[in-house]
């Protein structure tokens, strides 16, 4: 396991420009916050390699780039709960009783692909769903957001779906989250939302999260109330972006 601490690498700026297709769609400032943002978390975070592998620059800047697109609209230390993130190459599968979709318990296998432990514990990362996802936003599922979505949602002391957020933001987040998500437990269909969604509240809330940065514009059209509510939260609007030429 190996840990580095270091900061922006020199040609930072190609590297993101390559791995990241969000890049294209920033304004200058929100490329500059996005830098600044990678790099508080390059210098102040732990990072480390499971099972031998190795962290290169652009490992560790992708991830840290993409988890930056959360906070664009926030600050660094709303993510005061991560530790470390720990990278492994690829998806790993585990076994066992869980909790299903729609309040069912399964024991299939069930892929891995990140994980966010609770409290000031690390966020785990598949490499090669990260890159996937930076590459190809519109697929709709980005495990370093959902994973870092956790993470917001954990700032108050539960994992229930609804981050730290206004008094009078609350009643609504929580009847159009409410609506949604009972819906996709009874069955019901909400793209651009996955069904995984339906596991539980904090669940849904990192899947509309993905959906939110990856799929903005489709998001819109299906869910504006979910997409108004989300764009408050964040102080985004990321379907109001240009696109790239």
Not at 232 to 242: K, N, T
């Amino acid at each position: 396991m190996r840990r580095s601490r270091r900061g922006l690498p020199d040609d930072a700026e190609q590297i993101i420009e390559r791995e990241l297709a969000h890049w294209s769609l920033l304004d200058d400032t929100e490329r500059q916050r996005l830098l600044a943002d990678a790099d508080w978390l390059l210098r102040h975070k732990h990072w480390e390699a499971a099972r031998g592998f190795e962290l290169t620059d652009t490992i560790r800047l992708v991830i840290a780039a993409e988890a930056a697109l959360l906070i664009l609209g926030l600050t660094p230390d709303h993510y005061r709960l991560v530790s470390s993130i720990i990278v492994f190459p690829s998806t790993t599968v585990t076994t066992g009783e869980r909790a299903g979709p729609a309040g069912t318990r399964t024991d299939e296998p069930l892929a891995i692909h990140g994980l966010a432990q609770d409290r000031r514990g690390p966020v785990l990362v598949a490499w090669d769903q990260a890159q996937a996802s930076a590459r190809h936003p519109a697929r709709g599922h980005n495990v370093v957001i959902h994973e870092f979505a956790h993470k917001l949602d954990m700032l108050d002391g539960m994992v229930d779906g609804t981050p730290p957020m206004t008094v009078g933001a609350m009643a609504p987040w929580v009847a159009i989250c409410t609506e949604i998500f009972e819906d996709l437990r009874a069955g019901s269909p909400h793209p651009p939302l996955r069904a995984y969604g339906a596991t539980n509240p904090a669940e849904f809330f990192a899947v509309a999260t993905e959906a939110f940065f990856a799929v903005p514009a489709e998001l819109w059209a299906n869910e504006p109330d979910l997409y108004r509510i989300l764009s408050d939260f964040y102080r985004q609007d990321p379907r109001a972006r240009r696109h790239p030429a």
